[in-house]
């Protein structure tokens, strides 16, 4: 099975506790399910396998020297300790996103979610998150981890300002004619270096599955007209903006950089 001309997939259960789950995605996805449990990941023809293990879902590289599987994860690890001790609304994204300048709860959209990591930061930071994936097999990750993140007593109160709307960002935000959200946040694929196609195994396995997101420029294009403040756009420190408009401010870290367009100040105090 070729996922739209990207790498070959198929669900795999790591065993029998995890087969009935391993069914309703597989039908949910329309993707083949590999029966038996515990396949031995370097003896299948499927470059991707999506496994379900007792830690939920994760995308599985095969090949005898893959890597363990890439999951959704909002409890443990990175996500949780820079939750607890991330550095607030000093964080560069957190400047770019204004939360420095208003004490209004904003409402973002992040139109390119991917695995969430950035929106749970704001999320974590007080925001209301509306996510947009339009990769279903990265979503159903970005989804299993929201569910696990959710029974989480540090995670829950978290991930329950964060809701998940399926779709192409560009076409919805293109049938809006509305403000859809205080902020809209962007982070399009990174274009590809030599040394980003060695950084973190996430985003490679992202490559492969979702593409260059080519369309950037019309995703931002669509972004401005429906942001009721500003839009932000995460690129690498030294590529130029997205093709369009220039910035109105950048705001430079260790690897990236935040591109912020603004339409109107953001209002100081809390809402009346
Ligand atoms: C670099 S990743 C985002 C990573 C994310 N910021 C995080 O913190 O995990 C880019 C994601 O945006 C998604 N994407 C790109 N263009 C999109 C669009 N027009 N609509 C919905 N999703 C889009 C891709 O499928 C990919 O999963």
Redo the contacts with the bound molecule.
């Keep these: 099975m070729i996922t739209s001309g990207g790498p070959s997939l198929a669900i795999a259960a790591l065993d029998d506790a995890g087969l009935a789950r391993a069914r309703d995605v597989s039908s949910a996805l329309s993707l083949p399910l590999l029966h038996e449990p515990a396949i031995p990941r370097h003896e299948t023809d499927y470059a991707l396998l999506l496994l379900v293990t007792d830690q939920g879902l994760g995308l599985q590289v095969t090949g005898r020297k893959a890597p363990g599987p890439v999951r959704c994860e909002f409890v443990r690890g990175k996500a949780g300790y820079r939750r607890d001790h991330g550095g607030g609304t000093g964080q560069l994204v957190a400047k770019a996103v204004g939360l420095k300048k208003t004490r209004r709860t904003l409402h973002v959209l992040?139109?390119?979610?991917?695995?969430?990591?950035?929106?749970y930061v704001l999320a974590g930071l007080g925001c209301r998150l509306t996510l947009?994936?339009?990769?279903p097999i990265?979503r159903a990750l970005l989804e299993d981890g929201l569910g696990r993140a959710a029974e989480d007593p540090g995670a829950g109160p978290v991930v329950a300002r964060m809701t998940v709307r399926p779709?192409?960002?560009?076409r919805w935000l293109e049938e809006q004619h509305e403000p859809v959200a205080d902020v809209i946040y962007l982070?399009?694929?990174?274009p590809e270096t030599a040394k980003a196609a060695k950084a973190k195994k996430e985003?490679a396995l992202?490559r492969e599955?979702?593409g260059n997101?080519d369309?950037?420029p019309a995703?931002l294009a669509a972004a401005l007209d429906v942001a009721r403040y500003r839009v932000v756009v995460?690129r690498p420190r030294l590529a130029p903006p997205i093709d369009g408009p220039v910035p109105d401010l950048q705001l430079t870290g260790k690897s990236s950089r935040f591109d912020v367009y603004t339409h109107q100040k953001l209002p100081e105090g809390p809402a009346e």
């Design positions: 992040d139109a390119t979610a991917g695995l969430g990591e950035d929106a947009m994936e339009r990769s990265v779709g192409d960002s560009i982070d399009p694929m990174f985003m992202f599955l979702v997101d369309d950037a995703l995460k």
